[in-house]
């Protein structure tokens, strides 16, 4: 990270000039405005870029986006003050004493509260930051930066992405600062700064500033050299005397001098880029573009004194133009890609109204603290995750959910950050701050996701480390061998061998089709956790589906109660006076438990408290032991507390045993009942029902018969999965047989199997996968984990809230099994279009190179071919973003 020199600066110069401030200036720093001087670190501004931010009420400006980084975060952080006591130009001091000194250079982002708008806390101590770099030019650039960070000690995990240049580094801060982070980027000769979608946006519009340009500035100046080229194609040569025509040798000196100028400007990058790359023993993919341009460019300054030869003026100077363009189209596929993936964090505003003891204030969102009461206008997108705490109203979640109306939201609702309030003001109690919020982790698993790459997408990038080690031995071998076949020809052949090959298409065939992809799943509201899981998503043959969660709503409803009567019936057990005081028993035993079940139990004991507190047989029966009204807390103290998956629960409720789950679980075999329990409970499996009961020392007290909903279009997507060929289509349930045969006659699914604990379920998913199947497995996370981790391609539901706990392949936010169908559609598209990348950039540079090292192909045509290459796969992986315009 560079903070006080210029963009055009060597960043060799950073460690002296950023513990400081300069002392050449005589104003203070704290009041200037000065467009002309950096306010950051007080050196020269770049009269070509116009970098401003408002500090202290005032717009400042500054020499680099680095400056502009740090004046950033620290006004963000809260601490804005700084700029009030800092150190003074002359070298005084201002008045606060002991200014620490991580606020005059890189250290500033070694302090915690500068840290809590871009660095995230994880297990064990560690810490999470994302970068975005500058200057990444190549495949062999990001390897580079990833390998001298992971040799830091302390340091514990990194990985860069090509596409969007974002680094996720994770390091120990008791080994290792951030500041030293940073400085060892620093003095490889990159630039970084904490990952902010619009700090990026900004960074790379100037980037597009500066490629057009250059563009505009080199055609305008080959324009002249290609005039002259082409009249002497037509017109030139050598004459009957063995000498130049007066026109054709003023030309080659003009062409000389215009050529001159390109290089020195225009291809400034490539031999700064090349120069960097060889300064670390690494080789770029500049490094054979710099060689090429070199030696036609010696040749011809050789060929023009001495009148003899073919020039290549304008082979440099197509190329050149050539490779502008290429390289500004890439840049605009990078930006595509990365605003696919940053438009989640876009919409979150920097400024929120918090209600405070004095009235309500404007604050920066990075300074909510959990608590806080935030007020929510009509239009406004909700910055955190909080609970609506007064008033109501409908909120716009399609940026998370894909669902495209509004959703009701009322007083105790939780309300997740990136939706956008539609009817009318609300206040809502942060729960959760800014890096911590629901929004932030779909950022971060999203990226963390991409890091997973197909397997041929990993031996892509391999390749192109090594590729341009290959191509200057071709280029070496070739020379030698046209040294002896023809020694004129050895430069225009050399130099076509430099130039043709395409690095830089191999390098792209995946990162770009892999970022739309990924930007692609979000706005369905598919959360991509493991991007290599898309090669067996295309393939599988078999997808198969829990029942309770999955095909259902998972929000099963108590529909009917019963309680044994000593004849061998049922009593409704909703009119018995100790009804509630058993709901209170099975709610303490499920207390604990997130399954769908559970929840439903839990909810019967709610409902029943809510509506009537003060039923005194209720009370009676509870005893002291029950005396929660918030439901925080279980009715009963529960001990000895077991869980059997797929079983049930047991427990130890004021010294008896109780039991709550399948009935043989509670030691009640549906043949030991009497008839009419039998009849009542087959009829309501027969209708998909489920059916669990409580028992008291082996004896049964209660039924409960719970309803669940299947979940919309369900009958459809089973549907159109069908006609993508997945025709082996299997439910795997917990439930009862007769309840799952009764939800698969209703889907028209022929294979299902009940009664199935989660061993059971791993062991015939592992069976099957033997016989060579490859499976989808469709759950609800809960019970299913052992089965999802064994699965090809794991699906789950998740809460928002529950995000960073969810482990599956994919995640669906939407809730909606519709979405499966279309993400299969758009693996299946990714997959085509990576593999046609590849295709085209390894059959390109099989095929180019043997011919340019033919003598078959000239230096233009080699340019041409180079640029085309890039184009075309940059292009070809845009197809993904045509297909995402039409996501409703």
Known sequence: MVMTTSQDDDLSKSDTTSSTVIASQADDLSDSTDASICYQCGLPNN???????????????????????????????????????????DGSQGPTEGLPEFLKNLTVYD?????????????????????????????????????????????????????????????????????????TIASIGYKAHPFDPTQREKLIEEQKRKSVSKILFSVLLGMEVMAHAIATYWMGGIKEDGNLALWEIIGRYTDLIVVTVMLGYSGADFYQSAWRDLKNKQLGMDIPIVLGLTTAYVGSVIATFTQQHDVYFDSIAMFIVLILIARYFELNGRIIAGNSLDRLLKIIPKKVTREGVDGVETVLVTELNVGDCILIN????????????????????????????????????????????????????????????????IKTLLDKGIESKPIYAILAQQAAKWFVLAVLIIASTTMIVWWQIDPERVLPVVVSVLIITCPCALALATPVALSLSSGYFARLGILPMRMAAIEELTSADTIVFDKTGTLTLGKPVLKEAWQPSSDGGFLEAKTQNDFGYLCAIAASLEWH???????????????????????????????????????????????????????????????????????????????????????????????????????????????????????????????????????????????????????????????????????????????????????????????????????????????????????????????????????????????????????WAIGYNFTAVPFAALGLIPPW????????????????????????????
Request: hydrophobic share 35%; net charge negative; charged share 25%.
């Open 47 to 89: 009269p070509n870029l116009d970098i401003s931010y408002p500090v202290l009420g005032k717009e400042r400006y500054f020499c680099c986006y680095g400056c502009h980084a740090v004046a950033k975060t620290i006004v963000e952080s809260g601490m804005e003050s700084y700029y009030q006591h800092r150190e003074t130009v």
């Open 111 to 183: 302090n915690l509260e500068v840290q809590q708008s871009f660095v995230r806390a994880k297990k064990d101590g560690l810490q999470e930051a994302y970068l975005i770099l500058e200057d990444i030019r190549c495949a062999a650039c990001v390897w580079l930066n990833e390998q001298q960070l992971r040799a830091l000690e302390g340091v514990v995990d990194v990985n860069m992405d090509y596409t969007s240049h974002q680094a996720r580094v994770v390091w120990d801060p008791d080994v290792i600062a951030l500041s030293e982070i940073l400085k």
């Open 378 to 441: 009509p239009g406004e997108t909700v910055p955190v995750d909080g609970i609506l705490y007064e008033g109501y109203s409908s909120f716009d979640e399609s940026l998370l959910t894909g669902e495209v109306m509004p959703v009701l939201r009322r007083v105790g609702d939780q309300i997740i950050s990136g939706s956008c309030n539609v009817d009318q003001p609300v206040k809502i109690k942060v729960e959760r701050n800014s890096n911590k919020s629901t929004l932030n982790d």
């Open 593 to 839: 438990s997130e399954h769908p079940i559970a929840q439903a139990v839990k909810n019967i004991d709610i409902d029943l408290h809510t509506k009537s507190q003060t039923n005194s047989q209720t009370n009676l029966h509870r005893g002291n032991t029950h005396q929660n009204t918030d439901h925080n807390t279980a009715p009963f103290k529960v001990e000895k507390r077991v869980n059997l998956p797929g079983e049930g629960i047991k427990g130890e409720i004021d010294g008896n045993t109780w039991r709550i789950g399948k009935l043989d679980f509670c030691g009640e075999s549906i043949d030991s009942l009497g008839s009419q329990q039998q009849e009542i409970i087959n009829a309501a499996r027969n209708q998909g029902h489920i059916v669990i009961g409580l028992a008291k020392e082996n004896s049964l007290k209660l039924l409960f018969v719970l309803e669940d909903a299947l979940r919309p279009k369900v009958t459809e997507t089973l549907a159109a999965l069908k006609k993508q060929g997945m025709d082996k289509i299997i439910i795997l349930s917990g439930d009862h047989p007769d309840s799952v045969k009764q939800i698969a006659s209703k889907l028209g699914i022929k294979e299902y199997h009940g009664h199935q604990t989660p061993e059971g379920k791993l062991n015939w998913i592992q069976a099957h996968q033997k016989k060579g199947h490859k499976i989808i497995m469709v759950g609800d996370g809960i019970n299913d984990a052992p089965t999802l981790a064994a699965a090809n391609v794991s699906i789950s539901f998740a809460e928002a809230t529950e995000l960073a706990q969810i482990n599956s392949d994919f995640v669906l936010l939407s809730q909606q099994l519709d979405r499966l169908p279309e993400m299969r559609n758009i693996a299946i598209r990714t997959r085509r279009i990576i593999l046609q990348n590849l295709t």
């Open 861 to 888: 045509g080699a340019a041409l071919g180079m640029s085309l290459s890039s184009f075309i796969v940059i292009s070809n992986s845009l197809r993904l973003k045509v297909g995402e315009k039409n996501v409703k």
